[in-house]
């Protein structure tokens, strides 16, 4: 059983930044991509982010390019997401994903292929 631990929200006024991490465990964490999506109130769950299973590429929603970077350290099991110049709209709960195929060659941005997701965790952006 896979398990995802997301942690880093917080109430944040615009243009300010926060650091987003999700740890992994159950399963081995550097053979998989590895996603941040994200859901506003009302609103469908979203692709925000994405990080190849070795780290060598990623992937942005447009609305968060040159705002946000994705990273990960697969000898600690974790992945993060930096995000600066935030803006009331980003304000969401975040969640990280887990893909259901290892090796992948890219990053999907549609929630069905990802098998794990975490709890999520609240980002708020005053303005």
């Known amino acids: 059983q896979v398990q995802l631990v997301e942690s880093g929200g917080g109430l944040v006024q615009a243009g300010g930044s926060l650091r987003l991490s999700c740890a992994a465990s159950g399963r081995t964490f550097g053979s998989y991509a590895m996603s941040w999506f994200r859901q506003a109130p009302g609103k469908e769950r979203e692709f925000v982010a994405g990080?190849?299973?070795?780290?060598?590429?990623?992937y942005y929603a447009d609305s968060v390019k040159g705002r946000f970077t994705i990273s990960r350290d697969n000898a600690k099991n974790t992945v993060y997401l930096q995000m600066n110049s935030l803006k009331p709209e980003d304000t969401a709960v975040y969640y990280c994903?887990?893909?259901?195929?290892?090796?992948?060659?890219?990053?999907?941005?549609?929630?069905?292929?990802?098998?794990?997701w975490g709890q999520g965790t609240q980002v708020t952006v005053s303005s």
């Open positions: 994903a887990a893909d259901r195929t290892p090796y992948g060659l890219g990053v999907s941005v549609g929630t069905y292929e990802y098998d794990y």
């Open positions: 990080i190849r299973w070795s780290g060598g590429r990623t």
